[in-house]
């Protein structure tokens, strides 16, 4: 077990349908700590450099201008294994393959617009949690 930390944000489709509270409440129903949270309007080139590691994807642009469509809510979340714990709770990034009770079953319409982002190993979330985040800024 290790105690670590990553980025989960609620993308934009998400933010328009109300799920803000649906998620946080998830996440500390599961005992996760949010260690940081705010909400933001990313401009493109934030985008970009957020999925740079995309960048060569034929979806690419597509995403930028979903990511860039409206508001996010960007978290810290702290906890033991919280980086594969919150990919399970996640689930699957299409929603049709996602397993029962995940918040992307419960929640996703599309492949692309799926609600929620969470970074996937502990470099990435490194780079993602400071992508956002200062340490003031973190509890
Ligand atoms: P994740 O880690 O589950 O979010 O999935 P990826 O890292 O593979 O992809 C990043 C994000 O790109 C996903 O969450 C989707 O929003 C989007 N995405 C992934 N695959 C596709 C695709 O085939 N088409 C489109 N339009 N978007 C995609």
């Excluded at 930390?5 to 509270?21: E, N």
């Excluded at 080139?45 to 995309?54: K, W």
């Excluded at 597509?62 to 689930?91: A, C, T, W």
């Amino acid at each position: 077990m290790s105690l670590e930390r990553t980025l989960s944000i609620i993308k934009p489709d998400g933010v328009r349908k109300k799920l803000v509270g649906e998620v946080i409440r998830r996440f500390e129903k599961e005992g996760i700590h949010i260690a940081a949270l705010k909400k933001i309007r990313m401009d493109r080139a934030q985008a970009e450099g957020f999925y740079t590691v995309h960048k060569e994807r034929p979806f690419f642009g597509e995403l930028v201008k979903f990511m860039i469509s409206g508001p996010v809510v960007v978290m810290i979340l702290e906890g033991e294994n919280v980086i594969s714990r919150n990919r399970e709770i996640m689930g699957a990034t299409d929603p049709a393959k996602a397993a029962p009770g995940t918040l992307r079953k419960l929640y996703a319409d599309s492949i692309q617009n799926n609600i929620v982002h969470g970074s996937d190993a502990p470099a990435t979330a490194k780079f993602e949690v400071s992508y956002f985040f200062k340490d003031s800024e973190i509890f």
